[in-house]
């Protein structure tokens, strides 16, 4: 792979700009990761984040909605901004030779937002389509369930909330979440692409230079909710989803963790696929992946299947996340490594994609990886390492929530499902 050259600074506010050189490109990228996500919201009011994100777009600085759009438009930035659990996300694509304009007009955005009174409803209804999208999405409802109820109710909620908080939040409201929240002391503004990093650095320290930091929220974190769940729905489908404690990103032995979970669920060749649907044709998808928060993470396991079949859909899967501690085969591990390079390629070659990953890079471990060295842990990765590692931390204590018209239980524990 290329050697990848990156760099970072820190201004005298806290906001940070770390940025990697691809001068093989003719585009750049920024991704901009402002400490103002949903676990801020106000317990009464969930949704406010994702609500002021869409709000601080509605005019800023110079610009009134409509000109804030032709403005990006005119700079052929393809953009786009999100809530999340820890943050508000503001990204865009565009060629190197406009990454300087473009973010001259998200610092409008992060500094200068107008919240129009009069673009208030149409703002709660974009929201509103938002949760409405989301509800009819079962499998999308039934892990984040799952979400809720292992990490808790601080640590799991969506970002998006209900059509009854969105519809309590106020002007007011989102004008007090900005000012508590939108803040330049731990803001992450990632670039990647075909860049100049001295220009680059001078440029975004005269954009935001006289914006000053600001204490972090208090959070109350509130407790997991532990167990089997369902969530009763009239359905030809029952939803299945569990999750059992794995590592967050930081933690050292992260990618053994992925490593296993990627033979578990990494392609058609992988565990559950092959047991679950190939052998048994017991479900249309069966999936597991890597959760992780700043300082915990999980392993979520998701299943849609048949009514008639589900309780032994669930009692399958387990039965192979079960399993799993007695170890993967060489075979397993050498087809999980050629996927996870081919996954590092296509991010060598997408400037979006690394102006992502760097941010995220930068807010979990104060540093970036680099696609070089995250190569030097794949191939470090042995079958004797990951089954170590297995035979340590066996899948357990499983969390499950299930969404259809009758419950289901963890046979081997006699344990039933509670209301979610």
Known sequence: MTTQQIFHHTYDNGLTLVAQSMPWLESAAFSIAVPAGCRFDPEEKLGTA????????RGCGEYNSRQFIEALESLGVD??????????????????????DALAIYADVLQRPIFPEDQLEDGRMVCFQEIAALGDDLAQRTLR????????????????G????????????LKAFYEQCYRPNGLVIACAGKLDWEPLKRHVGNLFDGWQSKPD??????????????????SEQTHIAVAYPGLHYAHEDYYLNRGAVGVLSGGMSSRLFTEVREKRGLCYTVFASCSTLREKGA??????????????????????????????????????????????????????GRAGSIAGDWLHLGRVKTLDEINEKINGLTVKSINEYLAANPPRDFDVVTLGPQPLELKEDGVSATPA
């Open 50 to 57: 994702n609500f002021t994100c869409e709000m601080v777009q």
């Open 145 to 160: 369930h799952l979400r809720l109820k292992h990490y808790g109710s601080t640590d799991g909620r969506n970002c998006e």
């Open 299 to 352: 392993v979520l396991c998701y299943s849609g299947t048949s009514n008639d079949r589900a309780q032994e859909t669930l009692d399958v899967i387990l039965e192979e996340l079960k399993k799993l501690a007695q170890g993967i085969t060489e075979d397993e591990l050498r087809r999980l490594k050629v996927q996870i390079r081919s996954g590092l390629i296509m991010q060598q070659e997408s400037c979006r």
């Open 217 to 234: 929220p208090e959070i109350i974190v509130q407790p997991a909710q532990h167990g089997v769940h369902h969530i009763k729905h009239e």
């Open 162 to 173: 209900t059509v009854e908080s969105v519809q309590s939040i106020t002007l007011d409201d």
């Open 79 to 100: 953009y786009n901004s999100s809530a999340s659990l820890y943050g508000t996300n503001f990204g865009g694509a565009m060629q190197s030779a406009q990454l300087h």
